[in-house]
Nanobody
Framework: QVQLVESGGGFVQAGASLRVSCAAS????????MAWFRQAPGKEREFVAA????????RYADSVKGRFTISRDNAKNTVYLQMNSLKPEDTAIYYC?????????????????WGQGTQVTVSS
């Protein structure tokens, strides 16, 4: 098993940048593909970005492509989400997730492990 703890959320103005982090503990971090999802009030949890075990492959939701960057440091057991040019519609709880599988990178059900989430609020 792996335990995930997010940090770095906060309250920012539209156009600002923010980086959220997810620290993993437990089994070997590099055995997991990782992803970020988010959930706004009254909405379903949605895919934001994913990264392969080595970090060589990344995928993004269309809504964040070009603004967000996912990365990982396997030596530090940490995955990051750098968010630039934030918009009010980016306001949500951001969740870190991990999977031992290799398909369905944008699907909630593909991920076995989840963090508790960190709140990101973007004001207009």
């Amino acid at each position: 098993q792996v335990q995930l703890v997010e940090s770095g959320g906060g309250f920012v103005q539209a156009g600002a940048s923010l980086r959220v982090s997810c620290a993993a503990s437990g089994r070997i971090f590099s055995t997991y593909a990782m992803a970020w999802f988010r959930q706004a009030p009254g909405k379903e949890r949605e895919f934001v970005a994913a990264i392969s075990r080595s970090g060589g492959i990344t995928r993004y939701a269309d809504s964040v492509k070009g603004r967000f960057t996912i990365s990982r440091d396997n030596a530090k057991n940490t995955v990051y989400l750098q968010m630039n040019s934030l918009k009010p519609e980016d306001t949500a709880i951001y969740y870190c997730s991990a999977t031992e599988g290799s398909s369905g990178y944008s699907t909630v059900s593909s991920y076995q492990y989840w963090g508790q989430g960190t709140q990101v609020t973007v004001s207009s």
